[in-house]
Nanobody
Framework: QLQLVESGGGLVQPGESLTLSCTVS????????IGWFRQAPGKEREGVSC????????NYVDSVKGRFTILRDNAKNTAYLQMNNLKPEDTAIYYC??????????????WGQGTQVTVSS
């Protein structure tokens, strides 16, 4: 059974950091681009970052550039989203997804269940 599971969310104060993990099971992650999305209450799901199959290419939405880093370890079937200098506007449910190519559109084949990130003082 194909499955993606996110972990690492939590409650942090502005300026702090979190690292989200996306663990893949049931298939080999090597052949899939990985995307991270987020959805805040009352807002549409937003593409945050994506990384190519071999990790050679990555993209970020402007609002997180310089603060977030997307990584993948194909040997561990795990992708990561390192989030530094978090801001209250980063508060959302974060989802990882696997698909054929990197895109900010929600056109991925497989999705995780999401992990909550709350940034508040």
């Amino acid at each position: 059974q194909l499955q993606l599971v996110e972990s690492g969310g939590g409650l942090v104060q502005p300026g702090e950091s979190l690292t989200l993990s996306c663990t893949v099971s049931g298939f080999t992650m090597d052949y899939y681009a990985i995307g991270w999305f987020r959805q805040a209450p009352g807002k549409e799901r937003e593409g945050v970052s994506c990384i190519s199959t071999n990790g050679g290419s990555s993209n970020y939405v402007d609002s997180v550039k310089g603060r977030f880093t997307i990584l993948r370890d194909n040997a561990k079937n795990t992708a990561y989203l390192q989030m530094n200098n978090l801001k209250p506007e980063d508060t959302a449910i974060y989802y990882c997804a696997a698909g054929d190519y990197c895109t900010y559109l929600p056109r991925y084949d497989y999705w995780g269940q999401g992990t909550q990130v709350t940034v508040s003082s």
